[in-house]
């Protein structure tokens, strides 16, 4: 399968505990978004990454958040101190070079105990 | 107001019905416009794209964008059972800001 993967697909956790979730985008995709999404609504954006400098993340939620993408490839997504209003699904997305559309992936839905 | 709005539905035709699905925007800066299919608990699933006023054709879908009127449509032709599912328009600037949302459709196709 080539298309985007997330990684766990599945998390549950007690409130204050960290969590991290993992994403690897298409190959060769070197643009990665990661948004959330509550039950009921369309995703909200969170962050973006273009190889791996973070273009924007102004849109992360609080200073709980943070994201990385090491090299390039594959990224991260923390949330430190969870809380029960983190629940939700989390979606990461991957766009190629020169075209705007962007690939989701099966997402990781966390809840927080 | 919403940057975009979307009626949540639910909205239920029979089966082989030609299926409407719509948006409007207020922000003129959008550029990029995209439908995603979401099923329950998967991730969205890219069914179209454009960027340009007009019609766009890919089998029994359609996409229609009409800038001026800052109003996007989705149409299904020869609608089916596994069609059933939460439709999510998105737009994008063409920067940095990620897509913006509404807050999806949910069809129902009556067998």
């Known amino acids: 399968d080539t298309g985007v993967s997330q990684d766990p697909r599945h998390k549950i956790t007690k409130r204050g505990q960290n969590v991290t979730f993992r994403c690897d985008p298409i190959s060769e995709h070197n643009r990665l978004y990661w948004y959330r999404q509550t039950l009921g609504q369309g995703p909200e954006f969170l962050t973006y990454?273009?190889?791996?400098?973070?273009?924007?993340k102004s849109r992360l939620l609080s200073d709980r958040f943070s994201a990385e993408r090491p090299k390039g490839s594959f990224s991260t997504l923390e949330i430190q101190r969870t809380e029960q209003g983190d629940s939700a699904m989390y979606l990461c997305?991957?766009?190629?070079?020169?075209?705007?559309?962007?690939?989701f992936g099966p997402g990781t839905r966390l809840t927080v105990l | 107001q919403k940057e975009v709005e979307q009626d949540p539905g639910p909205l239920s035709v029979p089966e082989g019905a030609i299926v409407s699905l719509n948006c409007t925007y207020s922000n003129s800066a959008f550029q990029y416009f995209m439908w995603y299919r979401q099923y329950s608990r998967k991730g969205p699933e890219l069914l179209m794209y454009?960027?340009?006023?007009g019609n766009k054709e890919d089998g029994r879908f359609t996409a229609q964008v009409d800038k001026s009127s800052k109003y996007i449509s989705l149409f299904i032709r020869d609608s089916q059972p596994s069609d059933s599912a939460t439709y999510l328009c998105?737009?994008?600037?063409?920067?940095?800001?990620?897509?913006?949302f509404g807050k999806g459709t949910h069809l129902i196709i009556q067998p």
């Open positions: 454009t960027y340009s006023s």
């Open positions: 990454f273009q190889n791996e400098a973070q273009l924007e």
């Open positions: 997305a991957s766009s190629p070079p020169v075209r705007n559309e962007q690939f």
């Open positions: 998105a737009l994008e600037g063409g920067g940095a800001d990620g897509l913006t």
